[in-house]
């Protein structure tokens, strides 16, 4: 049987994970704000008490054009794999189904990872790696409705070539981003889609050039809230990218309000800039974040 790091080698395609001993320590970025100091400060001095949430697409996983083709960092998995025994647990937050971010990420199976928590549907569903299963409620009614409407609705609002439906079960998402005119085509659908959806009961959340109709009281906030009280965790880290990713910067401040200290980390991008502007800590992209998880692994070992 394969070493722990062929493993990691097999699953990602990078030999990340073999990275020589020697070799120089990822720099840890300085946090901009005193609360992120603080936040930091915490997670290094007791990482086992730590909480460590990551958004997927945009912050583990580039941006494609297409959804259904993106994948982890290539070297996400030994990042994660090497803080995770590390801390009380990493937990992967996201708007996708928890089985497709399962295995767009490659997090199943993978050693150093059994307790690695996957929130899909902004923590509608729940998948654990020590089980490999999901647990989900019941869809909300509306879905349905709005899952038989959308299609003339998008037709009725001349959405061009290039804009899709992407089916989440749980909520429905209209991406624009392979349309002629991305934002404009976005900017044309935010009032008809709001309309569909406050008509069933559902609200839209607006991302990088994709509306989705979900229920209310689905937000990646509410799910990193709960967590982070069930697990007792003494501190945590948030890393996002997009407008979604933004109720739970408002959970870090609540948390931070109450007593337990937190970083928020922006998975920097040049289409939303609300989420640079609150950060203690911007990075380059995905492959930022994975410098970053390497530096507090490196620290907290």
Known sequence: MGSHKDRLKDLTGSDSANRDSTSSVDPLPEPSTQPGRDGLAAIL???????VALDFDGTL????????KARAHPDALPALAALAPQVAAVAVIT???????????GFAGVPGLEHL?????????RWDAVSGEVTAPDPHPGVATVRAELPGVLDASG????TWIEDKGHA????????ADPQGTFDALREPLTDLATRNGLIVEPGRMVLELRPPGMDKGVALTEY???LGAESVLYAGDDLGDLPAYAAIDKLRSDGTPGLLVCSGSEEVTELSERADVVVDGPEGVVRLLRAIADRAS
């Open 45 to 51: 001095a007791r990482p086992a008490r730590a909480l």
């Open 61 to 68: 996983a580039p941006i494609v054009p297409d959804p259904e």
């Open 159 to 162: 959405a061009g070539q290039g």
């Open 117 to 125: 928590v996957v929130l899909g549907h902004y923590g509608a569903e």
């Open 172 to 179: 429905l998402a209209v991406h624009t981003r392979r349309a």
């Open 95 to 105: 708007g996708r189904p928890a089985d497709v971010a399962v295995r767009y990420g």
């Open 228 to 230: 982070a009280r069930t």
